[in-house]
């Protein structure tokens, strides 16, 4: 098993910030801000990082894994500059979803979970997003839902992105 990560004082004082949002004795409360907090300084939440938020907030390291786990935006390993997620659930599977999800990795040389060689993008399949009318959709970086995703729509996407990331954007 890994040692706990060392928290840095900002990072402690982030915790501080979110933790009192709570009474004292809820402060597991913050788990998901301080997993977020975690992933917005170092790109994904490693184990070590997740016992360290365990230690933190009085927890168990194995109920900070159920979350991180749990939910697709935490990254358990390092992701590209840009990460897809593609619903893959039953309504969107009845819509092009597989097929949309399948389009991207060929389109990229990978297999899902992967991230290209140049480190531009990640492939992901993801749970339901809430938008199953708008069948296919994928989510960028967590944050972008994009609808109705044909394959001529996914690849000025792809297009897009790795001009961006050559870029550096
Ligand atoms: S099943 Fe894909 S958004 Fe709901």
């Given at each position: 098993m890994n040692a706990p990560l060392t928290l840095s004082d900002a990072t402690r004082a982030r915790f501080d910030r979110e933790v009192a949002k709570y009474p004292p004795e809820q402060k597991q409360s913050a788990v998901m801000a301080c997993l977020s907090i975690v992933q917005q300084e170092q790109g994904h939440v490693s184990h070590a990082a997740e016992v360290a938020i365990a230690d933190y907030l009085?927890?168990?390291?194995?109920?900070?894994?159920?979350?991180?786990?749990?939910?697709?935006?935490?990254?358990?390993?390092?992701?590209?500059?840009?990460?897809?997620?593609?619903?893959?659930?039953?309504?969107?599977?009845?819509?092009?979803?597989?097929?949309?999800?399948?389009?991207?990795?060929?389109?990229?040389?990978?297999?899902?979970?992967?991230?290209?060689?140049?480190?531009a993008i990640t492939v992901q399949e993801s749970e339901c997003l809430g938008a199953c009318a708008d069948a296919p959709v994928l989510l960028v970086n967590d944050r972008q839902m994009l609808s109705y995703m044909s394959h001529d729509k996914l690849d000025r996407l792809l297009d897009k992105l790795q001009g961006a990331a050559k870029k550096g954007a």
């Open positions: 009085g927890m168990a390291p194995v109920a900070v894994q159920e979350v991180t786990t749990f939910y697709n935006m935490y990254n358990q390993k390092p992701v590209g500059q840009y990460k897809l997620n593609v619903c893959t659930n039953l309504p969107c599977q009845l819509r092009g979803g597989q097929d949309a999800l399948e389009h991207v990795c060929q389109r990229l040389g990978v297999h899902k979970g992967e991230t290209t060689a140049d480190g």
